[in-house]
C-alpha cells in the first residue's frame, strides 16, 4: 500500500527485464524441444519404413530438410513483411489475418511430387506446427495450415501433366477462403 520510489521502481524494472530473458528463453528451448521431438517421431514412423526412401537416404533427408529450413526461414520473414504490409496498406488489416497467406502449401505439393504422399502427409504436420510456433504459438494458424498442406498433398499425388499444378492450386485456393472464413468465425 506504499507508494514506489524511484529506486523500488528501477529494481522492479531490472527484474521483470530478467524475468523476461529467462521466459524468452525457456520458451525458446521449449519450442526447440517439440519440433525435435515431432521430427523425430516423423522419422521413426515414417520415414524409416519406406522402401523407395532408403535408396538415396542421404539425399532425401537433405531435400527434405532443405525444404523445412526454406520454409520456416520464409514464415519467420513473414512476421515483419505483414506488420509493415498492415501498416502501409489503403485500407485495415490485421497482422495475424495476412498470415494465411504465407504459402507453405507450395512445399508439400514439391514434396508429394518428388517423394510420394506418404511422406509428404507427416511432412505437413511438421511443417504446420514449426509455423505456428514461429508465428505466436496459434493453434488456428497450425490446423489451418496443416488442411491446407495435407489437401495440396492429395491433390498432387497423382501428377503426370501440368495441368494437376493448376487445378491443384486453384482447389487449394477455394479451400484457403472457406479455412479463413471459418477460422474468422471461430
Known sequence: GERVTKVQRLKLEAL???????RRFAGGSGATLIVF?????????????????????????????????????LARLSIPL??????????????????FGIPLASAIMTLCLFMGLDIALPFAVVLAAGTAIILQNRFDLFLYFFLNCSMAAYWMQ????????????LKIGLLNVALVTAVGIF
Do not use: D, H
Open 82 to 99: 505483414t506488420a509493415s504490409l498492415s501498416q502501409n496498406a489503403p485500407f485495415s488489416l490485421s497482422v495475424k489475418s495476412l498470415y
Open 158 to 169: 497423382r501428377c503426370r501433366e501440368r495441368i494437376v499444378f493448376i487445378k491443384a492450386g
Open 16 to 22: 521483470q527485464k530478467q524475468t523476461k530473458a529467462e
Open 37 to 73: 521431438c515431432l521430427l523425430m517421431t516423423t522419422y521413426i514412423l515414417y520415414l524409416r519404413k519406406q522402401g523407395n526412401f532408403l535408396r538415396n537416404r542421404n539425399k532425401n533427408l537433405l531435400f527434405i530438410a532443405s525444404v523445412l529450413v526454406i520454409f520456416l526461414f
